[in-house]
Nanobody, 124 residues
Framework: VQLQASGGGLVQAGGSLRLSCVAS????????MGWFRQAPGKEREFVAS????????QYADSVKGRFTVSRDDAKNTVYLSMNSLKPEDTAVYYC??????????????????WGKGTQVTVSS
């Protein structure tokens, strides 16, 4: 499985971005997907996840109400829509597949395939 994240960039506080992650391989349609982020000097942390069916989602408290995760299986793509961005959202964002079917508050060790990250920078 290969994952390619895109859509990052520089945005002012209060702005919006939508990240995309395109997956190759059959695993995508049978996997719950997750988004993570890593800020400079910090450990990579969970942001959001979506179940295999797309019917359930899970969010970190820090992004709840501002970020929305979704998926389009026809395009093998998972999205992260980010609104009301804050400077503390600045990080490299990663998508990942999991061997699980349900959305949950994933740890790094729960995930089996990772994409290269995309940088999100929010200026104050």
């Amino acid at each position: 499985v290969q994952l390619q994240a895109s859509g990052g960039g520089l945005v002012q506080a209060g702005g919006s971005l939508r990240l995309s992650c395109v997956a190759s391989g059959r695993t995508f349609k049978s996997s719950a997907m997750g988004w993570f982020r890593q800020a400079p000097g910090k450990e990579r942390e969970f942001v959001a996840s979506i179940s295999r069916s797309g019917g359930t989602t899970q969010y970190a408290d820090s992004v709840k109400g501002r970020f929305t995760v979704s998926r389009d299986d026809a395009k093998n793509t998972v999205y992260l829509s980010m609104n009301s961005l804050k400077p503390e959202d600045t990080a490299v964002y990663y998508c990942a597949t999991s061997p699980y079917l349900s959305a949950r508050y994933f740890s790094n060790n729960d995930m089996d395939y990772w994409g290269k990250g995309t940088q999100v920078t929010v200026s104050s």
